[in-house]
């Protein structure tokens, strides 16, 4: 009888609770049914009216316009930040005695500014483009143009990762409990600091040494680079490293700090012009004349050669033969070796045609001992 009453009771407990939150649930709805139709109308009429805006401004502007350019690089963003910003207002000309109010005007804050954040962050990377294309890589403006753009893709970075860390506090703000923690972190910041800057000391060395490349430009986007060993071009630099690509087209990934500490070769850091070499060990026997004349001819006949400089040296003897220089200039990196391949491949030919004998030969003398 006891364990009946109890169960009697347990149920009927269960029917209260659930019928106090149905009511509870229904007062909600009650309240929150015009102040929430407002809000979503007031969003949805917002979002139309700047899609249709958005369109017209399209529409009447240029592609490569520098506002259009903002624009599309932050569209989204922006349409984000006025529906909520349309949300906030419906929001504040409600009641304020409506539950749950404040942790909807919260949460609807802290959306706020995250979108805020993301659409400062996609108009400053938009500058590099800008940029670019008010700074285009004219006939004979490329070095120029290739500065600038190297610059801002580093200046840019690290703005983009400054507005990051402003737009995370201010989202951390809103919540009540960070706030009442600002005067601790504020008295252990310097303890703080210190371990976490020694703690990303790697990443913070290459961020310096990021902006140090930017002002000094030591080496621009596809500026031609010889690193450990390989002939490259820089493809992209970003805020810690910078992506190299090999003539092979497989990919160098070199740490920025690595260019402040350690030497390397920039191979059109004022001009693109190179002189090339080429090296042949012939006969004491062979004529150089005919060798000259062979390579002014090899020279004339190519387009790779930029007629500013030839010359033929003999730079080296040994006990069994001599080594001819042929020195030649090229319009950039790539024509230099096209062409140095070119010219060795038609003096080796030239030699085996015409004076066979006087190539490379070991000379012995037999002796009698008898």
């Known amino acids: 009888m006891a364990v009946s009453l109890r169960i009697s009771f347990q149920v009927r407990y269960q029917w209260a609770q659930g ?9 909600g709805f009650n309240v929150w049914l015009w102040p929430g139709l407002s809000a979503i109308l007031a969003v949805v009429v917002t979002f139309v009216i700047y899609r249709l805006a958005l369109a017209l ?23 984000v930040v006025v529906c909520l910003l349309a949300l906030t207002g419906a929001l504040n000309a409600a009641p304020d005695d ?7 005007q919260q949460f609807t804050t802290l959306l706020l500014i995250l979108a805020l954040t993301w659409a400062a962050v996609r108009l400053t990377s938009s500058i590099g483009d800008v940029i670019v294309v008010l700074n285009p890589a004219l006939e004979g403006q490329w070095k120029r143009a290739r500065k600038v753009e190297t610059q801002t893709r580093f200046l840019v970075r690290a703005l983009n990762i400054l507005i990051v860390i402003i737009g995370l506090g201010a989202a951390l703000m809103t919540f009540e409990s960070v706030q009442h923690m600002g005067a601790s972190l504020l008295a252990s ?17 290459n961020l310096l040494a990021g902006m140090q490349i930017a002002l000094t430009q030591p080496f621009r986007i596809d500026d031609v680079l010889y690193v450990q060993g390989e002939w490259c071009w820089v493809e992209e630099v970003t805020a810690t ?12 990934v070199v740490p920025l700090q690595w260019f402040i500490e350690n030497p390397f070769q920039n191979w059109s850091r004022n001009s693109s012009d190179l002189l090339g070499t080429v090296f042949v060990w012939v006969d004491y026997t062979m004529p150089v004349e005919p060798l000259r004349q062979e390579f ?3 020279l004339g006949k190519s387009d790779l050669w930029d007629g500013k400089l030839a010359t033929v040296q003999v730079t080296d003897t040994s006990d069994q033969a001599m080594q001819v220089r042929f020195l030649m200039s090229a319009s950039s990196s790539s024509n230099n070796w096209d062409l140095r391949c070119a010219v060795r491949e038609g003096l080796v030919t030239f030699i085996q045609e015409h004076y066979p004998a006087q190539l490379p030969r070991l000379r012995a003398r037999l002796v009698d001992e008898n």
């Open 19 to 27: 019928g106090l939150l149905l009511e509870v649930f229904e007062l």
């Open 57 to 79: 401004v399209r529409h009447f502007s240029e592609s490569r316009a520098v506002p259009r350019l903002f624009l599309d690089a932050a569209a989204r963003a922006l349409g």
């Open 98 to 104: 409506l539950p749950w109010m404040a942790g909807i």
């Open 189 to 205: 910041a310097g303890v703080g600091g210190l371990i976490l800057g020694f703690a990303a000391r790697p990443v913070l060395s």
């Open 241 to 252: 490293y910078v992506v190299l690509r090999v003539w092979d087209l497989r990919r160098l």
């Open 296 to 298: 002014n001819r090899l």
